[in-house]
């Protein structure tokens, strides 16, 4: 039996599950690029905007922690960060435990740049919905929000 014709435990078959993961991340990815456009806090590369984002959501680190989680090295990370702080946008403290560290933590001006993005970001993802879908339409996609939060915790 091919990978064509050979069909699944649930009767789908192996080549339209294939078709479907394809699908689903251009569709999402389009999404997201959309999103982004939606709410820019500022001209920043994207190796600023994901250690800024690292920081929103994991909260305060140092600068060999963020370095390690991004996957660059600490050179570059603080390059990055440098930007940042230029910018307004990350502060350091020194670190309780080890006084020859910093940590570094986002500003009171970067949280209101998340909010106001996040904000932005919902407001057009709420008219799109509303403008777009029927009402059907929005049922279903209210009732893929869980299937596709199940994906990306998937391991």
């Not at 456009?37 to 500022?42: C, D």
């Not at 994901?50 to 140092?62: D, I, K, N, Q």
């Given at each position: 039996?091919?990978p064509?014709?050979?069909?699944?435990?649930d009767?789908v078959?192996?080549?339209a599950?294939?078709e479907?993961?394809?699908?689903?991340?251009?569709?999402l990815?389009?999404?997201?690029?959309?999103?982004r456009?939606?709410?820019?806090?500022?001209d920043f590369?994207?190796?600023?905007l994901?250690?800024?984002?690292?920081?929103?959501?994991?909260?305060?680190?140092?600068l060999?922690?963020?370095?390690?989680?991004?996957?660059?090295?600490p050179?570059s990370?603080?390059?990055?960060?440098a930007v940042?702080?230029?910018?307004?946008l990350?502060?350091r403290t020194?670190d309780?435990?080890?006084g020859?560290?910093?940590v570094?933590?986002?500003t009171?001006?970067a949280?209101?740049?998340?909010?106001?993005g996040?904000l932005?970001?919902e407001?057009w993802?709420f008219?799109a919905?509303?403008?777009?879908?029927?009402?059907?339409e929005?049922a279903?996609l209210?009732?893929?929000?869980?299937?596709?939060?199940?994906?990306a915790?998937?391991?």
């Open positions: 039996m091919t064509r014709t050979q069909l699944a435990t009767g078959s192996l080549l599950t294939h479907l993961a394809g699908d689903l991340r251009v569709a990815g389009g999404l997201m690029r959309r999103l456009q939606e709410a820019t806090i500022g590369t994207r190796s600023q994901s250690a800024l984002g690292r920081l929103e959501r994991g909260g305060p680190a140092t060999s922690d963020l370095a390690r989680a991004e996957g660059v090295r050179q990370m603080a390059a990055t960060v940042l702080e230029e910018a307004g990350v502060s020194p309780e435990r080890d020859r560290k910093s570094l933590h986002l009171d001006e949280r209101e740049l998340f909010a106001t996040r932005a970001r407001d993802l008219r919905i509303r403008t777009r879908l029927t009402d059907d929005q279903a209210a009732s893929s929000v869980e299937l596709i939060r199940r994906l915790e998937t391991p």
